[in-house]
Nanobody, 120 residues
């Protein structure tokens, strides 16, 4: 079992920056691929960014060039640096972890989310 806890959300003006952090416990963090998702009220949850256990990253088109995902395996953390924020970035942001298991299938875990509000 893996527990994920997000932090760093808050209120920021358009064009500003925030850094989100996710801390994992309960397993070997370095073996998991990690990601950030977000969900605005009344909308579907959408992928924001992913990072593999080896550090390879991918980003959704709306955040490319503005957001950066990173991980520190020694500290069991994954972060999302968000720059040039726009009102449409307003959402609850969720940390996600996934790993293939020998018994078959995947282990998947979600954090409870942290709210980011971009408004003037």
């Amino acid at each position: 079992q893996v527990q994920l806890v997000e932090s760093g959300g808050g209120l920021v003006q358009p064009g500003g920056s925030l850094r989100l952090s996710c801390t994992a416990s309960g397993s070997i963090f370095s073996s998991y691929a990690m990601g950030w998702y977000r969900q605005a009220p009344g909308k579907e949850r959408e992928l924001v960014a992913t990072i593999t256990s080896g550090g390879r990253t991918n980003y959704a088109d709306p955040v490319k060039g503005r957001f950066t995902i990173s991980r520190d395996n020694a500290k069991n953390t994954v972060s999302l640096q968000m720059n040039s924020l726009k009102p449409e970035d307003t959402a609850v942001y969720y940390c996600y972890a996934i790993r293939a298991v020998v018994a078959g299938g995947l282990e998947q875990y979600w954090g409870k989310g942290t709210l980011v509000t971009v408004s003037s």
